[in-house]
């Protein structure tokens, strides 16, 4: 049975997921596919499972309002 790369379950409905850089990962859960790969917050922290709020340079946030206390102005959550 394939095995769950973020928490090492073994089971018969795990799905695969090939990153943009062609690793293909293996979850049993959307929780654990999450956990993995789901990009954090650039200012508080949570995993961001929505589209987020994007600014020039590396970061991601969350929200237009995680965005500005992490200084980045004119940014608004999408409706």
Do not use: W
């Amino acid at each position: 049975m394939p095995v769950c790369d973020a928490c090492g379950n073994d089971y018969d409905k795990a799905f695969f997921v090939t990153t943009h850089d062609n690793v293909q990962l293996t979850f049993d859960s959307v929780e654990c596919a999450a956990h993995l790969i789901a990009p954090h917050c650039g200012h508080c922290g949570c995993r961001i499972l929505g589209h987020g709020v994007e600014t020039v340079g590396p970061a991601i946030y969350c929200c237009a309002s995680c965005a500005e206390r992490a200084g980045h102005s004119g940014l608004t959550d999408r409706l």
